[in-house]
């Protein structure tokens, strides 16, 4: 069974910087390629970068530049390190697999919410 879950978050003022962290369990990490999402309530979650497990990442136009991701393959973690942050950053931040739900089963967490704000 695969679990996901994300820590790091919080309050940030503008221009700052955060750090989250994803702790996964299950074999499924040692397989997949992961990724960090987020999402705004009423709105559609949206990928932000992906990382396959020999390391490769990708980003997506709102991320490049300012968002970092990285995994630990040891650890069964995966990061993602925000810098330059905004307040349309604001949101709840999702790990998953790339694509989300790899398997069939559902394995979106509760998230870690990101408030940027002065």
């Known amino acids: 069974q695969v679990q996901l879950v994300e820590s790091g978050g919080g309050l940030v003022r503008p221009g700052g910087s955060l750090t989250l962290s994803c702790v996964a369990t299950g074999r499924v990490f040692s397989i997949a390629s992961m990724g960090w999402y987020r999402q705004v309530p009423g709105k559609v979650r949206q990928a932000l970068a992906s990382?396959?497990?020999?390391?490769?990442?990708n980003y997506a136009e709102v991320a490049k530049g300012r968002f970092t991701i990285s995994r630990d393959n040891a650890k069964n973690m995966v990061y993602l390190e925000m810098n330059s942050l905004k307040p349309e950053d604001t949101a709840v931040y999702y790990c998953?697999?790339?694509?989300?739900?790899?398997?069939?089963?559902?394995?979106w967490g509760q998230g870690t919410q990101v408030t940027v704000s002065s």
């Open positions: 990382i396959t497990t020999g390391g490769t990442a």
């Open positions: 998953n697999t790339v694509p989300p739900n790899l398997g069939g089963d559902d394995y």
